[in-house]
């Protein structure tokens, strides 16, 4: 970090929370079991205490593979060259919101009709470090092996700076310090005083941690007071939930950091504490709020092993089968031959549009001319957004309804403030990935109020084509499709297992042959669980910046009902 590690020094503050300057030699050493200077973790309870890595209660260990495609290659733990990275960051560094790209594993493709800027073609799929975390890049080349857990899940390093050496070259004990090797990942509040936080440094192990004085921390770095404001309200909220006195205790490590805590490096804690950051970090990019890891279990619940995306990934076939199907779309807009007029000229709306420009909105007349029926003939229900931005008369849902939303793009002629963009911009409320109850696993947890009609975030992952009766890539039996029968209160165009949640989720409004599978790559909202009475609905979105792009299958999950912080966030799988 920069200048409050200068100033701590010039205060006489900056020594570990110990109060020595150096971590003795029996904290600089490798960990390791057998290492008998591995500090004791008798005052660590047992549910924080190192445990194995697992996946998510999965027993495939292979990435999904798309039928009837060549396999996804299998993701690397993690690419990380500093000098190139820190070169590739800085132009990314001086944008305030980065464009998400769906990634295609393959050749490049190229259309003459259809824009490709949304695309990003990649040889291989790996995991990378996000924008910046230059001390975190440094520590994967430069650091000592972390505990096993890290080494198996994509995206996080697998090493941390420690020792003496470490803090010598980067001003850890000296005045002159390399601001961009002490970047803030969390603050803690110090056990010994309220006066004090404890600030946890990115790719440094947690022994080397620094206090610091709240009230000079608050005005110096108010954007990481606010997000442990945040953090520290939900843990108030969820100690109060929870009678048993053991699980408070582990809630409020959340918050506190005790010696013990901070010395036990071979700890889980910290595996979560870093998907915690480089996870809100990839969010932050593109413009979405922070999502946070807490687990107050037992040492035998399975970590949380994904690779985390904002945009789904695909191959190059289903690419092509979205080209095909945008045109299919396209010529039946044509042959509608809506009243609308060229696409210079304003269109009339068939209902009202929240949209900064209503005169020249198209989001209806888009939903009407391609979306009016969903692939099997069913009539379809189109959501529209308040000024806030927040679709309308959702807790309406019933089972069997098929809702779909439609976004503004460059067609409208608005800017991307525009109300009716929820999808582009990402959704802005903390979530929490929470396991409170081992045999539930990690559920979805919101992070402070969401009203009805918010967006919470979009449901991401591999895009792969699902033919009828084909197998499922993740070994579970693919949905059955089935014609919708008006005379059945069931109703509906998929089945799936409850168990798949949402790993598994078919579309069947923008074409019935693709489906979202999310068990090893996707986003925070793979964690929602079914309910038979939700509080959240997914909702196939029509959503592209630039009106000559592809249409690339999407789907939003909107809170159907006011949902309060702290409450399990859950929807109904049909």
């Not at 904002?310 to 299919?328: A, D, F, N, W, Y």
């Not at 000229?345 to 009407?368: H, M, V």
Request: hydrophobic share 30%.
């Amino acid at each position: 970090m920069n200048k409050e590690l200068v100033n701590i020094k010039e205060r006489g503050e900056g020594v570990p929370n110990s109060g020595r300057d150096v971590p003795p030699n029996d904290h600089v050493e490798s960990i390791s079991q057998e290492d008998k200077d591995v500090p004791s973790t008798s005052g660590i309870p047992p549910s924080r205490r190192r445990t194995l890595p697992a996946e998510d209660d999965m027993d495939c260990d292979k990435p999904p593979r798309i039928p009837g495609d060549s396999p996804c290659l299998p993701l690397s733990i993690i690419e990380s060259d500093f000098k190139k990275d820190v070169k590739n960051d800085k132009p990314a560094l001086a944008k305030k919101f980065i464009d998400r790209a769906f990634t295609v594993v393959g050749n490049q493709i190229e259309d003459v009709k259809y824009s490709m800027k949304n695309i990003k073609f990649v040889n291989e799929l790996t995991a990378k470090l996000p924008s910046g975390c230059h001390a975190a890049k440094v520590a994967q080349e430069e650091g000592i092996d972390v505990p096993v857990e890290y080494q198996n899940i994509p995206g996080i390093p697998s090493k941390k700076l420690k020792g003496k050496e470490a803090l010598k070259k980067y001003g850890g004990t000296k005045k002159k310090v390399v601001n961009e090797m002490w970047e803030i990942q969390a603050i803690f509040k110090a056990a010994e005083t309220e006066e004090k936080f404890a600030i946890l440094y990115l790719g440094w192990n947690s022994e080397h941690m620094y206090n610091v004085d709240v009230e000079w921390f608050r005005e110096h770095y108010k954007r990481f007071y606010d997000i442990a404001e945040a953090r520290n309200k939900f843990v108030a909220v969820l100690k109060e939930k929870v009678s048993d006195n053991e699980k408070k205790a582990l809630i409020e490590l959340e918050q506190t950091m005790t010696p013990d805590l901070q010395y036990d490096s071979s700890n889980r804690y910290w595996v979560l504490q870093d998907l915690t950051y480089f996870h809100s970090k990839i969010q932050q990019e593109s413009g979405s709020g922070n999502v946070h890891y807490m687990c107050i279990t037992g040492p035998t619940t399975p970590l949380p092993i994904y690779t985390f995306v904002t945009q789904h990934v695909m191959q190059g076939r289903v690419l092509s089968k979205c080209i095909e199907e945008t045109r299919r779309l396209v010529k039946t807009t044509q042959k509608k031959a809506l009243r609308n007029g060229p696409s210079d000229k304003p269109s009339p709306q068939l209902r009202t549009t929240p949209c900064e420009n209503k005169e020249w909105c198209k989001c209806n007349l888009n939903y009407a001319s391609m979306f009016r029926r969903n692939c099997f003939g069913k009539r379809t229900k189109l959501c529209i957004p308040d000024e806030m931005g927040r679709l309308q008369n959702l807790d309406e849902h019933r089972f069997g309804d098929e809702y779909v939303s439609v976004e503004c793009s460059s067609a409208c002629k608005c800017s991307q403030k525009c109300p009716r963009r929820q999808l582009q911009k990402g959704g802005k409320k903390m979530l929490v990935v929470l396991c409170e109850d081992e045999k539930k696993g990690y559920e979805l947890v919101a992070g402070e109020n969401i009203e009805a009609g918010e967006l919470i975030g979009e449901l991401v992952g591999e895009l792969f084509l699902a033919p009828q009766q084909e197998e499922d890539p993740t070994g579970s039996p693919v949905a059955k499709r089935s014609k919708p029968d008006a005379s059945s209160s069931g109703d509906r165009t998929t089945q799936l297992k409850l168990k798949d949640g949402p790993f598994y989720k078919t579309f069947s409004i923008f074409n019935a042959e693709m489906a979202i599978v999310s068990r090893h790559i996707g986003n925070a909202m793979r964690f929602i669980r079914h309910s038979t009475s939700p509080n959240a609905l997914f909702i196939e979105t029509l959503s592209r910046v630039n009106h000559k792009d592809s249409i690339i299958p999407r789907m939003g999950v909107f809170a159907s009902k006011d949902i309060a912080i702290g409450d399990k966030i859950t929807a109904f799988f049909h």
